[in-house]
């Protein structure tokens, strides 16, 4: 379902038709607000106004405000998918997991949006759950399939690895859920979001002690 999302803005704003330049239109304006004002202050007839569009007309793209998020939350993610593809094609394990994490850290600076999902007592979790247990299943299926791919080479190989995998899995999203508040930190001490990302893929991946990896390197040689 997500993917089949995804897809719908792989193509450029100037090759698509009026209707569709009218829908992003309105995920734009939504997502500058869910941002500005957060989720349940912002409403249907804010993002109409702000939209330059009837409220009818919004509901004629998306039939609930939780409909309207998670839209909005894809439309966001959408320009990087391509950048995260080629992630995952890293044969290395080691180099794929730092790469992974360097992306991901960058990324957080241009999805304000769905940064808001690592906020304790949030209010888009709940907005999601709103869309149905299939839907809301689906997007967490979605969200740790990643995450199995990058942790399995590195699980115990016994009777207990695929409790190890998931384990690990759930490490690995509660590292990243305090990503970009620790980011905010390391960036107003001097360091940019870059070199930011760098260091926390380099100690994540290989301890705090660790010599910078090749992928840094080969990262920071074509800065």
Excluded: C
Aim: charged letters at 25%.
């Amino acid at each position: 379902m997500t993917n089949a999302l995804l897809r719908r803005f792989m193509i450029e704003d100037d090759k698509v038709d009026a209707r569709e330049r009218k829908r992003r239109t309105i995920l734009v304006a939504a997502a500058k607000l869910f941002v500005r004002f957060g989720y349940r202050k912002t409403s249907i007839d804010d993002v109409a106004r702000d939209a330059n569009v009837a409220k009818g007309t919004i509901y004629l793209y998306f039939a609930t405000k939780p409909e309207l998020l998670l839209h909005t939350v894809v439309a966001e993610k959408a320009p990087l998918v391509a950048t995260f593809l080629d992630v995952m094609e890293v044969a290395e394990p080691r180099e794929r997991l730092w790469r992974y994490l360097f992306e991901t850290a960058r990324a957080f600076p241009r999805m304000p949006l769905t940064t808001q999902f690592t906020v304790p007592g949030n209010d888009l979790e709940p907005a999601v759950a709103e869309l149905g247990p299939d839907i809301a299943a689906a997007l967490t299926e979605h969200r740790t399939e990643a995450l199995v791919h990058l942790v399995r080479p590195f699980a115990a190989r016994d009777y207990a690895g695929q409790q190890d995998i998931k384990a690990r899995a759930a490490a690995l999203l509660g590292l990243i859920y305090a990503m970009p508040a620790a980011l905010e930190k390391s960036m107003a001490i001097g360091l940019s979001a870059d070199r930011a990302a760098e260091v926390y893929a380099d100690m994540l991946v290989g301890g705090f002690a660790a010599e910078p990896s090749s992928a840094a390197k080969i990262t920071r040689g074509r800065a």
